[in-house]
T-cell receptor, first 113, second 108 residues
């Protein structure tokens, strides 16, 4: 049983398109996150949600919009994709009482052509 | 914002103890220190977390000096399967900053 799942695993698209990445966790956690890992393997947090409320909103272009329909899901929608958006995007979840013990999904490799 | 830095890479041999240090000079009072392991094409995996002094679990130890400006992940008796990238993570509820990552290569 997958704890944190992401779809799709690979996403190849053209510049200017709009795409979404879905994330679901079945751990019963109340906090979810989106991270970006660039080609140099640097990991940077983008957003975190606690009980569907936005907690961390790092400086990312407003083309990126997270959406949390419920505690088990945190989707990432990206408008007007640019070449620099190419990266691996990781979703993660944790329980707020143990917020630093995060469980990560397998990642979505986004390639913008 | 806190900046966390780590050595880019380290080499070791099977059976040795490996110590990986993370520097976080601007750590805030409420920040915790967490370490993650990442294998290729996988998401990071939690190893250990601490606030101060020493923490030990079944796979690693974490040493944090009194000033908390650095932390050291200690892996006892590494094996080939410990070859991975190790990240420290510093932060609290409203901020999370990953270190630059240390690529550990374990040789037979």
């Amino acid at each position: 049983d997958t704890a944190v799942s992401q779809t799709p695993k690979y996403l190849v698209t053209q510049m200017g398109n709009d795409k979404s990445i879905k994330c679901e966790q079945n751990l019963g956690h109340d906090t979810m996150y989106w991270y970006k890992q660039d080609s140099k393997k640097f990991l940077k947090i983008m957003f975190s949600y606690n009980n569907k409320e936005l907690i961390i909103n790092e400086t990312v272009p407003n083309r990126f919009s997270p959406k949390s329909p419920d505690k088990a899901h945190l989707n990432l929608h990206i408008n007007s994709l640019e070449l620099g958006d190419s990266a691996v995007y990781f979703c993660a979840s944790s329980q707020s009482s143990r917020e630093h013990e995060q469980f990560f999904g397998p990642g979505t490799r986004l390639t913008v052509l | 914002l806190a900046k966390t830095t780590q050595p880019i890479s380290m080499d070791s041999y099977e059976g040795q103890e490996v110590n990986i240090t993370c520097s976080h000079n601007n750590i805030a009072t409420n920040d915790y220190i967490t370490w993650y392991q990442q294998f290729p094409s996988q998401g990071p995996r939690f190893i250990i977390q601490g606030y101060k002094t020493k923490v030990t679990n079944e796979v690693a130890s974490l040493f944090i000096p009194a000033d908390r400006k650095s932390s050291t992940l200690s892996l006892p008796r590494v094996s080939l399967s410990d070859t991975a990238v190790y990240y420290c993570l510093v932060g609290g509820t409203d901020k999370l900053i990953f270190g630059t990552g240390t690529r550990l290569q374990v040789f037979p």
